[in-house]
């Protein structure tokens, strides 16, 4: 099951239970994938926002403000709520999926405030897109930088350097989580007769695989029950995860600067030998051993034993009709470490917005960005358990009324200790870009119509075909 139908599927499944979601697309950003329930009235072809004759506000002209917030995130009531208090500003969503939104800048007809993540901010910075907003948040009395938490410094970007985390910031969270953290299902733990997993020590990749061998499940060739998944896509050698053990062990893919790739060292080569190794070992879903159906769905069907999924977790099973009954049969982990490395728990996927460059009315803009990131629409998403906010005040906000609710908390207060780094994800690269070149290339391996040399090979060689090619469109530009 893709990525893109993943992210979906939390949204949806969140939203039966409280017409509120969490930024589970995380990636959806990334992976191209608007939220169904977009506004279809919102204007997809309006022009840059311009002033437009203003009702029952004294005559003062009205400013338009278009964003690319899911309609779930930003929701109809509370566009109509902030146009209450705000009568000189009109709201328009614009439902804009990856592509979409790639033809309007491409047309130079970009929304005011565009969703984003840590993945995509540094391209977005680097091209000149992301307004500047140091000045905005030193001056404003809701997004206080005195109160804000250490994971907003990864919407910090330093262009001479190249540095995700230092520099001017770009953008606010309005969901960030230790994305590789676990829920899991102690039903199918005692079934399987195995004890829980610690929720304050990590356990080695290595440690994790060889639990996830025991609570996976075969019928004949055919895999009945999961020991892992991770709710974004496959327990494969995919970016995500490769990154995350990377990061852990102090290395990267990527140069310094981001400027060239390397696959091929023996250092990185062996965690891919280890990722071959647990795909046919079939111990979460991967192209051996495609799910059925979104992995979201199969844990809370009892098929899975433990999913990667972060904090959002919580409010997912609170909100799901199958688990919201029987919280007491699920509890928590911590993120994986890689075997000899640092723990490092991090936001994967943090997703938030930035204010566009060139917006025409950029005061405006700010008013609707500090509302939405700092105002009523973060606060439903923090007291639902369905995000982790970027200011202590809004952390505050958390749940911690059931057992279930304390368990989580207090979880989350130890795992943010080791959530200070982001992925280093390449500005030059697309993630959609990467994701097609590790399917294309590393697929065969599975199949073992490749090796894990000549893939590494090849990948390397594609991906720095790439960053020439995002380096000159960026000197073209």
């Known amino acids: 099951m893709n990525k893109r139908l993943g992210t979906v599927s939390l949204c949806l499944l969140i939203l039966l239970g409280l017409f509120l979601v969490s930024a589970c697309s995380s990636n959806s950003s990334q992976t191209g994938e608007a939220s169904s329930n977009d506004n279809p009235d919102a204007s997809e072809s309006a022009e840059v926002s311009s002033p437009v004759p203003a009702q029952d506000n004294g005559g003062e002209e009205q400013v338009v403000i278009r964003h690319t917030m899911h309609d779930h995130e930003f929701t109809p009531e509370k566009i109509a709520e902030f146009e209450q208090e705000h009568p000189n500003i009109k709201i328009e969503t614009v439902p804009a999926d990856y592509n979409k939104l ?7 007809d970009v929304p005011d ?28 009395p809701v997004l206080r930088p005195d109160d804000f938490l250490p994971i907003v410094n990864q919407f910090r970007f330093d262009s001479d350097k190249r540095i995700q985390g230092e520099g001017p910031i770009y953008g606010f969270p309005m969901d960030v989580s230790p994305d590789f953290s676990m829920v899991y299902n102690k039903k199918l733990f005692e079934a399987a007769k195995v004890p829980f997993p610690s929720s304050t020590e990590a356990m080695s990749w290595s440690e994790l695989a060889e639990l996830a061998k025991k609570l996976t499940k075969k019928d004949g060739d055919q895999v009945t029950q999961y020991g892992l998944a991770y709710y974004k896509g496959d327990i494969t050698a995919n970016q995500d995860l490769l990154n995350l053990q990377l990061l852990q062990l102090g290395s990267s893919a990527y140069s310094a600067d981001f400027t060239s790739a390397d696959y091929t060292t023996p250092e990185i080569k062996n965690l891919l030998q280890f990722w071959a190794d647990t795909t046919e070992a079939a111990i979460g879903p991967n192209p051996l051993h495609p799910a059925t159906e979104w992995v979201g769905q199969l844990f809370v069907d009892n098929k899975v034993g433990m999913m990667m999924i972060g904090y959002r977790g919580a ?42 460059s060139q917006s025409k009315h950029p005061k405006e803009a700010w008013t609707v960005y500090e509302w939405f990131l700092g105002g009523k629409p973060e606060e439903e998403l923090v007291k639902a358990s369905l995000a982790l906010p970027g200011t202590h005040k809004l952390m505050e906000l958390l749940p911690k009324e059931t057992e279930f609710d304390k368990m989580n908390f207090e979880f989350i207060q130890n795992e943010l200790k080791y959530n200070n780094e982001a992925l280093p994800f390449n500005p030059y690269l697309t993630y959609q870009a990467v994701d097609s070149v590790f399917e294309k290339y590393f ?20 991906l720095n075909i790439l960053i020439r090619e995002g380096m000159q469109l960026l000197d073209n530009g």
């Open 102 to 108: 790639m033809s309007m800048i491409a047309a130079g």
């Open 113 to 140: 405030i565009i969703r984003v993540d840590l993945s995509e901010l540094p391209g977005y910075v680097i091209k000149g897109m992301a307004l500047d907003l140091t000045d905005y948040f030193n001056g404003s």
């Open 315 to 356: 409010g997912f099973l609170k909100a799901n009709p199958s688990t919201k009954d029987r919280l007491d049969d699920f509890g928590v982990a911590p993120a994986p470490v890689a075997d000899n490395g640092t723990r490092i728990s991090p936001t994967g996927f943090g997703t938030g917005a930035m204010i566009y």
């Open 443 to 462: 697929t065969p391996v599975y199949y073992h119509k490749d090796t894990v040399d000549g893939a590494a090979k090849k990948i390397t060689e594609e």
